[in-house]
């Protein structure tokens, strides 16, 4: 065999793990079809909610259904590695010696039968891409856990027993959304990852053994996705024998799952064939190594993790010397994450059970995306912008027309009360109507002829706008004098704020941060709609509808489906102060009939938005259980030890809570009822996250990050 028909034949080694993945593949296929049927016959394909105390009853035949599939599983694997391992080692056994008798030396002819079972100790030893020895248990009990999420949410939801079975399925085989990756992803990419490491340790074992090869050359596959370690570790000449070239004693592993680089060997020159070879040192410093332009256009936090993993991947291979097996970094104990998404999902895999669990995974995603975040948010501002003459004039004339209305009609009612006499009460009623009409319509046409309404403090604009919603859900369209009193608080305090024409816009929404969250937690987890809709009631507002569409393609898509299964459906409701109830009635024609309402107002189309988007917290906080466990956790360790206290300002002498350090008094809002009650933690950090609201980011980080681990992680 000639040099260049070596080299082919090592070349042509790529094929056997992609032979064999396709192999393993179809018969994993049967034993998840298996599964899938046991499950959905366990379950049950009937209409009506599934009990809890059937569930427990089929529990056990549940666990064993998963743990047959993970020792099926992992002996399918095994298996398959083993004779990835052999194969490689016979052909490069073959091919070695067929050089070495075409150059006369027979004696230095190889004998790589100890190679698979190398491979198979080594690959036994090092932790796979979930974390979890391949031999080990744990992943059985994983899937258990995820499947129970599954179960026991349906359960408290009354999911019917034949939508909960299509759920499973879809977990089981993929297909749909609900629960992250499924069964099937989970264990296709165990089997490609560790036969594609079988084929990698098994050639590199036997270069090692060769007294043909004098190095190994790292090579990109062809489908290389973008730029990440591996791209380092090509460029890279770190022993003296060129870019790319490692000693075969210091071949670092595959660095990440799916990985599907390949190897080339570098041969020696043939008169030293019979002459024992150096191992080269390390010639170069790895932690100077740098990113090079093909890192363009990635965010540093992504670049550092590829070339932390370098440098890991290296340093522990290196220390690893005389082992014959290379293993993957020792310390941590599993390979650094190649992704920023792997890296979150590691730690939300750790276990995320308490507020700080969720405030830590939520600190890695506002440090990934800071950056971005931070430029748009900055984008979006104009400081030292001015009003024009005629806005200034505007707001002045409204200014004016609120406080006469006050003062007018305040005398009116003092003048009334004392009075028994029914005309002029009647009179007042109706004049008392007719205010409310002209206070609204002063507030809408305000908020027309300002073209840019963010000038006005954003908090002070809405109290008033809130304020008109409470007269009218509180008693019709009817002033009284502490609403009268209200107005006029909420005009001085419009008159004294000073910073009404300075160009500051911290009130403002900023709908395109959105787009920078939903990028960063998509990496973690499915988001949006995926095409899919509610389920909505007859005369739902048209606007209102369209906002609650936009702000689903923002949302994990886990907790998107959980609001479209739900067998109640949605109405969408026009009104001046938002609201959601979740299962509650309308009367329709005399009749009633059940449904869930999201309430907002439309005459600003980004607070619309921000108030759909709060109001659809309320929802997750009914369907996604154990939200309000969270919230409670993290209001209850701010606010400890402080004492209930009116709101103020225009909120009722009803609405109660504590004020911490909370950017915004209405997030210590206390709802009562401990055990089923509502928090303001979830609905206002949404808006705070998405659409830049209360200062969140720049004030309160820690509460910022509670709502990020939340998107990530439940």
Not at 514 to 526: G, L
Not at 668 to 688: A, N, Q
Request: proline fraction near 3%; charge should be neutral.
């Amino acid at each position: 065999m000639s040099v260049s028909d070596y080299q082919k034949t090592i070349l042509n080694m790529r094929s056997i793990p992609i032979k064999k993945t396709r192999e393993i593949e179809e018969r994993l296929e049967t034993s998840l079809l298996m599964a899938d049927s046991q499950l959905r016959s366990l379950i049950g394909n009937e209409d009506k909610p599934l009990a809890i105390r059937a569930y427990q009853q089929k529990r056990m035949r549940i666990v064993q259904m998963v743990n047959e599939l993970s020792i099926v599983s992992n002996q399918v694997v095994s298996e398959a590695i083993m004779d990835v391992a052999n194969q490689v080692a016979n052909t490069q056994q073959e091919a070695t010696n067929d050089l070495l008798i075409e150059n006369d030396d027979v004696n230095l002819m190889l004998d790589l039968s100890d190679v698979p079972r190398l491979t198979l100790e080594g690959l036994a030893q090092r932790y796979h891409i979930e974390t979890l020895k391949i031999s080990s248990n744990v992943w059985a009990n994983k899937q258990i856990n995820e499947i129970e999420t599954v179960i026991t949410a349906g359960i408290a939801r009354g999911q019917s027993a034949r939508s909960m079975a299509d759920q499973l399925s879809q977990f089981v085989l993929g297909g749909g959304v609900g629960m992250g990756q499924s069964l099937k992803t989970k264990t296709m990419r165990l089997a490609r990852t560790e036969i594609n490491n079988s084929y990698w340790e098994a050639s590199r074992a036997s270069s090692e053994q060769s007294p043909v090869v004098k190095g190994i050359k790292w090579e990109l596959s062809g489908r290389h996705p973008q730029y990440d370690v591996c791209d380092l570790l090509v460029s890279q000449n770190l022993f003296g024998l060129g870019r790319g070239v490692y000693p075969p004693e210091y071949l670092p592993p595959k660095p990440h799952p799916n990985c599907l680089c390949y190897q080339i060997d570098v041969l020696r020159d043939v008169d030293e064939f019979d002459q024992e070879r150096a191992v080269p040192t390390l010639q170069k410093d790895i932690d100077k190594v740098r990113i090079g332009k093909g890192g363009q256009g990635f965010s540093k936090g992504y670049k550092k993790r590829q070339l932390d993993l370098f440098r890991n991947v290296v340093r522990a291979t290196i220390e690893q010397r005389g082992v014959v097996m290379p293993l993957m970094p020792s310390v941590p104990e599993e390979p650094a994450a190649s992704t920023f998404g792997d890296a979150v999902r590691r730690e939300i895999a750790k276990g995320v059970n308490t507020e700080q669990d969720y405030i830590r995974i939520g600190k890695m995603l506002r440090e990934e995306m800071a950056e971005e975040y931070e430029a748009v948010r900055d984008s979006k501002r104009a400081p030292g912008e001015t009003v024009t003459k005629e806005e200034k004039q505007a707001i002045d004339s409204f200014y004016t027309e609120l406080a006469r209305m006050s003062d007018s009609y305040k005398n009116a009612w003092e003048k009334a009360m004392p009075t028994r006499d029914l005309s002029r009460q009647e009179k007042w009623a109706y004049k008392s109507e007719e205010i409310y009409e002209t206070v609204k319509r002063s507030i809408e046409s305000a908020g027309k002829l300002i073209t840019k309404p963010h000038r006005i403090p954003a908090k002070l604009w809405s109290e008033l706008d809130f304020e008109l919603g409470v007269m009218e859900m509180g008693g019709g369209k009817k002033i009284s004098i502490n609403d009268l009193r209200s107005l006029g608080d909420i005009v001085k305090k419009f008159r004294d704020e000073k910073e009404v024409f300075t160009g500051q816009t911290s009130g403002k929404v900023y709908l395109d941060l959105a787009e920078v969250v939903k990028s960063v937690i998509s990496q973690i987890r499915p988001v949006g709609a995926e095409g899919n809709k509610h389920n909505y009631a007859k005369r739902s507002n048209r606007k209102i509808k369209g906002w609650l569409d936009e702000t689903m393609e923002l949302m994990p898509t886990d907790w998107v489906k959980k609001s479209m299964e739900t067998e109640v459906p949605v109405v969408t409701t026009k009104v001046d102060r938002g609201y959601y109830r979740h299962n509650g009635y309308r009367v329709v024609k005399g009749e009633y009939e059940r449904v869930s309402t999201i309430a907002s107002d439309t005459w600003n189309e980004q607070w619309g938005i921000s108030t759909v988007l709060h109001e659809f917290g309320h929802r997750v906080e009914d369907l996604a259980v154990g939200t309000k466990s969270v919230e409670k956790q993290f209001y209850d360790r701010r606010t400890k030890g402080e004492a209930l206290k009116w709101l103020g300002g225009v909120y009722k002498k009803s609405e109660k809570g504590r004020r911490d350090k909370f950017t915004d008094v209405y997030m210590g809002k206390d709802y009562g009822r401990e055990d089923k009650g509502y928090y303001e933690i979830l609905s206002m950090g949404l808006e705070g996250v998405y659409y830049g609201a209360y200062d969140l980011y720049e004030k309160d980080p820690e509460y910022f990050d509670l709502i990020l681990g939340l998107l990530a992680a439940k």
